[in-house]
């Protein structure tokens, strides 16, 4: 399993890397630009500016996606 995990102060996200397949829906769906692709793989970059909807969550197809608030 290729998973990694980021954290801030408030949250932890972890994306399953041989399940995102890099369509870039969280990209698209966050309100508040917390992903971008890097090398076809979701990175959250601005995991600090993350608001805890959980939109990615629901957004991400392949539900390749953790998130410690949902």
Known sequence: MD????ESNKVTIS??????????ACVGICPT??????????V???IDECVECCACIEGCPE????????
């Open 3 to 6: 998973i990694k995990t980021w």
């Open 33 to 42: 630009s917390v992903y971008e692709l890097q090398e076809g793989k979701t």
């Open 63 to 70: 539900m390749a996606i953790e998130h410690s608030s949902c």
């Open 15 to 24: 994306v399953d890397y041989d399940k995102c397949n890099g369509n870039g």
């Open 44 to 46: 959250p970059v601005n």
